[in-house]
């Protein structure tokens, strides 16, 4: 395809196409298929053109085809935007990636046919286009740019999932970013198991202590605090069945996700009945349920008459 010359006036191109147009008109009785094809797709081309140099006169004249995307967005939020009326702004076929780019590189929430929840309540088809909001989600934004970062070190993947958990302490990351962090590496689930159960990070899911979250989501609760090497054993099925038995709350004083503030940053943890060291077992009824206020003050030898009375209730 040939090269878009630049800065071509409206008016040169107009008459530059009816003149092919006319050229068109008056020769197709004698064209062959390819022939008319090819005449087609050179006025194809300079309509093209045209459609850039006009919207430029109407101040969306950057060069880039995606910024003059984002423009012409901008300049209609709420408002059903046809996939051709893209086209024309853009100047390019492959105008649908660049509405992925503005998504996931910038932030902008664009709700087409084929990707909008069923909350939306507009009803697009899959070549239209939506902007929901003016501003942009920077924090999705930044997420993307770090992810990349990320992925591309030569680090392995457990350490490529860390290092984006790292840069997201106290935000729920999901399974799509670790799979892509990590290079789409087959084992991203076992290393991010890993993560917990041989280094101790406080990976929390629904079923540890955070039923505030969706599955697929992950959330590392704390950089601070990192599990002893005998808590990072207790099994999967064990750590859910307490969770659940106490109710995601401590066990002490009743703490919550629910009432977890900057000012007063804990998180859930479990605790060991019978310390581990001295052969407390790994299974629920030698287990509870603490926030990391109390459960510090237990080991700090606080607290041993109401755990002694919990003791009870658990047999
Ligand atoms: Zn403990
Ligand atoms: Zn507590």
Redesign the pocket.
């Known amino acids: 395809m040939a090269k878009r010359r630049q800065h071509e006036s409206v008016e040169d191109l107009i008459g530059l196409i009816d003149r092919k147009l006319a050229f068109f008109g008056n020769n197709r009785s004698q064209f062959s298929l390819r022939d008319k094809v090819l005449c087609l797709a050179d006025i194809f081309e300079k309509v093209k053109d045209l459609g850039v140099s006009a919207i430029a006169e109407s101040g969306i004249n950057s060069k880039a085809a995606r910024e003059r995307i984002r423009l012409y967005l901008l300049e209609y939020p709420d408002t059903v935007i046809d996939g051709i009326e893209l086209a024309v702004v853009s100047g390019i076929a492959d105008y649908p990636r660049r509405i992925r780019e503005l998504r996931v590189e910038h932030g902008y929430q664009i709700a087409t046919g084929a990707s909008q929840d069923p909350e939306f309540g507009v009803d697009l088809s899959p070549d239209q286009y939506f902007l929901v909001s003016v501003e942009p989600d920077l924090d999705a934004a930044r997420r993307w740019h770090i992810v990349n970062r990320i992925r591309k070190s030569a680090d392995g993947s457990r350490q490529k999932i860390l290092a984006f958990l790292l840069e997201n302490v106290g935000k729920v990351v999901t399974t799509e970013e670790l799979y892509y962090v990590s290079n789409e590496a087959k084992e991203f689930g076992r290393r991010t198991r890993e993560l917990r159960t041989e280094n101790g990070y406080m990976i929390a899911t629904r079923f540890t202590g955070r039923p505030d979250l969706k599955s697929g989501q992950y959330i590392l609760q704390s950089d601070q605090r990192i599990a002893?090497p005998h808590?990072r054993q207790i099994p999967d099925s064990v750590q859910k069945e307490v969770y659940s038995r106490d109710s995601n709350k401590c066990r002490l004083c009743g703490w919550s996700i629910k009432r977890w503030s900057n000012n007063d940053p804990r998180i859930l943890?479990?605790?060991?009945i019978e310390?581990h060291k001295q052969g407390g077992p790994n299974t629920a009824n030698n287990l509870i349920v603490?926030c990391s206020k109390c459960?510090d003050e237990?080991?700090s030898g606080k607290h041993k008459a109401i755990l002694d009375r919990i003791v009870k209730q658990n047999d």
Do not use: A, F, Q, T
């Not at 943890?269 to 060991?272: P, R, V, W």
């Open positions: 002893e808590d943890e479990l605790h060991h310390h603490l459960h237990v080991h």
